[in-house]
């Protein structure tokens, strides 16, 4: 079965850098589209940035462009997420997601997500 297991969050304080990592399993991995989404306290959960399955085309969310960068490695299956210039708006759970419809990543839009991470904690502090 898919699985999905995030890690790399962390505290950190506003303008420093994390990097997540997803390791994926159960599937063929090189033809999902992959997302992070983010759920911050009290807040909806949200799409932060998409991959396409052959990593050509990303989407981000407007408030992370130009900070947070995402990528993948089809060969290790995993996919990452480079945050920089960290925000104590970011602060929230990270969960990494997966769709089998190779179009998907460009909704960045959890609908269109079937698989979940269990979510990593991400404290950025002002």
């Known amino acids: 079965q898919v699985q999905l297991v995030e890690s790399g969050g962390g505290s950190v304080q506003a303008g420093g850098s994390l990097r997540l990592s997803c390791a994926a399993s159960?599937?063929?991995?090189?033809?999902?589209?992959m997302a992070w989404f983010r759920q911050g306290p009290g807040k909806e959960r949200e799409g932060v940035a998409s991959i396409s399955p052959g990593a050509r085309s990303t989407k981000y969310a407007d408030s992370v462009k130009g900070r947070f960068t995402i990528s993948r490695d089809n060969a290790k299956n995993t996919l990452y997420l480079q945050m920089n210039s960290l925000k104590p708006e970011d602060t929230a759970i990270y969960y990494c997601?997966?769709?089998?419809?190779?179009?998907?990543?460009?909704?960045?839009?959890?609908?269109?997500?079937?698989?979940w991470g269990q979510g990593t904690q991400v404290t950025v502090s002002s």
């Open positions: 159960g599937y063929t991995y090189s033809t999902y589209s």
């Open positions: 997601a997966a769709s089998p419809v190779s179009s998907n990543w460009y909704y960045l839009n959890s609908q269109f997500f079937n698989y």
